[in-house]
Nanobody, 119 residues
Framework: QLQASGGGLVQAGGSLSLSCAAS????????MAWYRQPPGKTRDSVAT???????IYADSVKGRFSISRDNAKNTVYLQMNNLKPEDTGVYYC???????????????WGQGTLVTVSS
């Protein structure tokens, strides 16, 4: 289970921090990521961090957003700076893990947290 928190309303140019903690029985965590779904649009990847710390960002957030993870706490964070109105949307955390001796891929989604950036 993934529990996301930290969304809210902020003015353009402001900052917000999101966090997402995994709980329950989860195998070896692989990729952790944040996705964003603007109103009336599809859910797209915003930032990804692999198990060895490699990060990937959508072009629209490069230089403004920073993803990090705390493996001991099974938690992923998203620091969002210089927010723009087009960053508005529901943010979902995502996690993939390898389960059991067969290392079968499992995927989990958080419930989503709303970020609204006013102009």
């Amino acid at each position: 289970q993934l529990q996301a928190s930290g969304g809210g309303l902020v003015q353009a140019g402001g900052s917000l921090s999101l966090s997402c903690a995994a709980s329950g029985s989860i195998g070896s965590i692989n990729v952790m990521a944040w996705y964003r779904q603007p109103p009336g649009k599809t859910r797209d990847s915003v930032a990804t961090i692999t198990s060895n710390g490699m990060t990937i960002y959508a072009d629209s957030v490069k230089g403004r957003f920073s993803i990090s993870r705390d493996n001991a706490k099974n938690t992923v964070y998203l620091q969002m700076n210089n927010l723009k109105p087009e960053d508005t949307g529901v943010y979902y955390c995502y996690l993939s893990s390898l389960e059991g001796w067969r290392k079968e891929l499992a995927e989990y989604w958080g419930q989503g947290t709303l970020v609204t950036v006013s102009s």
